[in-house]
Nanobody
Framework: QIQLVESGGGLVQPGGSLRLSCAASGSTSGLYVRAWHRQRPGAQRELVALIARNGNTNYADSVKGRFTISRDNTKDTMYLQMNSLKLEDTAMYYC???????????????WGQGTQVTVSS
């Protein structure tokens, strides 16, 4: 079982920055990827950024050049540095761990409780 705890959300003005953190605990081994997702009011949850265990990253087009996903393996913590924030970045941000190497080729998702990011003037 894996537990994920997000922190770092808050209220920020347009153009500002925030850094989200996701601390993982439990049995984190094997093949997996971690990601940040967000859910804006009235919308479906969407992928924001993803980082593989080998460090490869991928970003949604809407955040490329503004957001940076990273990880500290010594702390088993993932980060999302968000710069040049826009009104449309307002959302609940969720940390996700997807285990890829389960028997039978199955995967399993773990989620944090979410942290609210509000961009407003």
């Amino acid at each position: 079982q894996i537990q994920l705890v997000e922190s770092g959300g808050g209220l920020v003005q347009p153009g500002g920055s925030l850094r989200l953190s996701c601390a993982a605990s439990g049995s984190t081994s094997g093949l997996y990827v971690r990601a940040w997702h967000r859910q804006r009011p009235g919308a479906q949850r969407e992928l924001v950024a993803l980082i593989a265990r080998n460090g490869n990253t991928n970003y949604a087009d809407s955040v490329k050049g503004r957001f940076t996903i990273s990880r500290d393996n010594t702390k088993d913590t993932m980060y999302l540095q968000m710069n040049s924030l826009k009104l449309e970045d307002t959302a609940m941000y969720y940390c996700n761990h997807r285990q890829l190497d389960l028997p039978g080729g199955q995967t399993r998702d773990y989620w944090g409780q979410g942290t609210q990011v509000t961009v407003s003037s």
